[in-house]
């Protein structure tokens, strides 16, 4: 199954992508690696503010990690053409806006992770690291960049 019927299987329609917010691009190639720049967690079009540990639940991160992997694979199509050209996902970055005493930064991660799994198959599982940090740009709780090889 190629990756647009396990996204239409899925109900997921990629958005149109938003031009940055400062001084850097969507995304670089070169050579056969795509870098997509940081994309942070939005619902309802504006940021997805918010802090784990005090104001958002995992479940709540996990989702919102989620949502920017489908972001992400608007501007992976846009960097690529067609996303049926990816031979491998090779690392995801997360940051995830939390508390010092929240520590499952890693299954927050796991919404984005699971995703790119279900819809890559055997080329989706990747390397990962998922961080917390104080502040991530315009208070929003999650913020991925993502590595992949054409």
């Known amino acids: ?28 190639r070169t050579g056969n690696l795509v870098f997509i720049s940081g994309h942070i967690a939005k619902k309802d079009g504006k940021p997805w ?14 989702q919102a990690a989620q949502s920017i992997a489908v972001d992400l694979l608007a501007t992976l199509q846009a960097a690529v053409g067609d996303l049926n050209k990816i031979r491998r996902i090779v ?6 806006n939390s508390t010092p005493t929240f520590t499952e930064q890693h299954l927050v991660a796991n919404g984005a992770s699971e995703l790119f799994a279900d819809i890559f198959g055997e080329r989706g599982p990747h390397a990962r690291s998922a961080i917390g940090i104080a502040q991530i740009p315009l208070g929003s709780c999650v913020e991925i960049e993502l590595i992949a090889e054409l």
């Open 1 to 28: 199954m190629s990756v647009y019927e396990k996204l239409k299987a899925r109900n997921i329609t990629l958005p149109q992508l938003d031009p940055p917010v400062a001084a850097f691009v969507p995304f670089v």
């Open 91 to 96: 690392k995801l970055f997360v940051l995830v």
């Open 49 to 62: 503010t918010g802090k784990l540990g005090s104001d958002l639940t995992t479940a709540e991160g996990k």
